[in-house]
């Protein structure tokens, strides 16, 4: 019997399960040509999509591997990324670089070559924030340039990070598509119907994709699984940084102590809190690594989402 209990209306964007079935499927291709279409500002316009295999290894068999969420190139053989980053990781930059190369390198030829390679295109939607300098600025271009004249200096790899939760726009102030489908990612599992300012066709098909009362029996129960997943690992993170910053602020107010009282709770507690938060990263990552295993969750995927390396995870 086909019990479903999930509330929402439509599915989390930020589950596994969720991201791929919106743009991971040769059905959606459509979504995924319009959301990137708005990301790039009509500089780069996308007309069709191949998916490939989301599954790299490395030069040798002692390379870690990679696993894409969606990866895909254009009608120009231009390869583009595309990751969701569901929480907070340490090295979620080196991560990028580190996947970058893989779409580099396997456009290498054997025998005579130019090494003329096609662009690439990294694109980080992200479930946190790494730069807190601004709280509207949560579009980053990034690309390689001359740091004296600020040109670019190479323009065939881009990385594009969204820092979703700074997105805050209501409906009635969305302007353009770029807009709207950060609003879609945003807030897409909280809604109950679809707004009016997405009257767009491509909007329409999304939601109908999104809606859960409409997935197979074996569609719910791999999003279900997913959901749980999504939850023990926001779950995981919300409880490191506590514990972090508790046992930052406890370490930090000792060391205080040998300085002195007054300067002592300022310095202590500035200085435990990094040391807190460095031990409290590793820390959490493994009780999520731990709490993921005891679910049954393969390990390749628990370290693609910890960090860990998959020795690490055995070891628990």
Same mark, same amino acid.
């Not at 098909?205 to 074996?218: N, S």
């Not at 279900?224 to 930052?248: F, H, M, P, Q």
């Not at 999520?288 to 910890?306: D, P, T």
């Given at each position: 019997?086909?019990?479903?209990?999930?509330?929402?209306?439509?599915?989390?964007?930020?589950?596994?399960? %969720?991201?791929?079935?919106?743009?991971?499927?040769?059905?959606?291709?459509?979504?995924?040509?319009?959301?990137?279409? =708005?990301?790039?500002?009509?500089?780069?316009?996308?007309?069709?999509l191949?998916?490939?295999?989301t599954?790299?290894?490395?030069? =040798?068999? #002692?390379?870690?591997? /990679?696993?894409?969420?969606?990866?895909c190139?254009?009608?120009?053989?231009?390869? !583009?990324?595309?990751?969701?980053? @569901?929480?907070?990781?340490?090295?979620?930059?080196?991560?990028s670089?580190?996947?970058?190369?893989?779409?580099? @390198?396997?456009?290498g030829?054997?025998?005579?070559?130019?090494?003329?390679?096609? #662009?690439?295109?990294?694109?980080? !939607?992200?479930?946190?924030?790494f730069?807190?300098?601004?709280n509207?600025?949560?579009?980053?271009?990034?690309?390689?340039i001359?740091? @004296?004249?600020k040109?670019?200096?190479?323009?065939?790899?881009?990385?594009?990070?969204?820092?979703?939760?700074?997105?805050?726009?209501? &409906?009635?102030?969305?302007? %353009?598509?770029?807009?709207?489908?950060?609003?879609?990612?945003?807030?897409?599992?909280r809604?109950?119907?679809?707004?009016? #300012?997405?009257?767009?066709?491509?909007?329409?098909?999304?939601?109908?994709?999104a809606?859960?009362?409409?997935?197979?029996?074996? &569609?719910?129960? =791999?999003?279900?699984?997913?959901?749980?997943?999504y @939850?023990?690992?926001?779950?995981?993170?919300?409880? /490191?940084?506590?514990?972090?910053?508790?046992?930052?602020?406890?370490?930090?107010?000792? +060391?205080?102590?040998?300085? %002195?009282?007054?300067?002592?709770?300022?310095?202590?507690? +500035?200085?435990?809190?990094?040391i %807190?938060?460095?031990?409290?990263?590793?820390?959490? #990552?493994? +009780?999520?690594?731990?709490?993921?295993?005891?679910?049954?969750?393969?390990? =390749?995927?628990? /370290?693609?989402?910890?960090?860990?390396?998959? +020795?690490?995870?055995?070891?628990?």
């Amino acid at each position: 019997m086909d019990s479903r209990e999930l509330k929402d209306r439509y599915v989390n964007p930020y589950t596994d399960f %969720g991201f791929k079935k919106l743009f991971g499927t040769e059905m959606n291709k459509d979504l995924l040509i319009s959301f990137i279409n =708005s990301l790039l500002s009509g500089k780069e316009v996308v007309k069709d999509l191949t998916y490939l295999n989301t599954e790299h290894l490395g030069t =040798s068999e #002692a390379d870690r591997k /990679a696993v894409f969420d969606v990866y895909c190139e254009n009608e120009n053989g231009e390869k !583009i990324l595309v990751e969701m980053q @569901r929480g907070e990781q340490q090295f979620f930059k080196d991560r990028s670089l580190y996947y970058a190369t893989f779409p580099i @390198r396997e456009q290498g030829q054997k025998g005579e070559w130019n090494y003329r390679l096609k #662009a690439v295109y990294v694109i980080g !939607i992200l479930n946190f924030t790494f730069d807190e300098q601004s709280n509207n600025y949560y579009h980053h271009e990034v690309k390689l340039i001359d740091t @004296r004249t600020k040109e670019v200096f190479y323009d065939k790899l881009t990385f594009i990070y969204l820092e979703m939760p700074k997105f805050n726009k209501k &409906e009635e102030e969305l302007n %353009g598509m770029f807009e709207k489908w950060l609003f879609v990612l945003r807030n897409l599992s909280r809604l109950l119907e679809r707004p009016k #300012a997405l009257q767009e066709r491509v909007f329409t098909k999304l939601f109908e994709a999104a809606e859960v009362a409409k997935f197979t029996k074996a &569609e719910y129960d =791999s999003y279900e699984e997913s959901l749980k997943v999504y @939850r023990d690992w926001i779950n995981t993170i919300e409880t /490191a940084k506590i514990k972090s910053k508790e046992e930052g602020r406890e370490e930090g107010l000792k +060391e205080g102590e040998k300085i %002195g009282i007054e300067k002592g709770e300022k310095i202590g507690i +500035e200085k435990g809190e990094k040391i %807190g938060i460095e031990k409290g990263e590793k820390k959490k #990552a493994m +009780e999520m690594a731990q709490s993921l295993k005891a679910k049954g969750v393969a390990i =390749s995927i628990i /370290a693609e989402c910890s960090g860990l390396s998959e +020795e690490e995870i055995n070891s628990l």
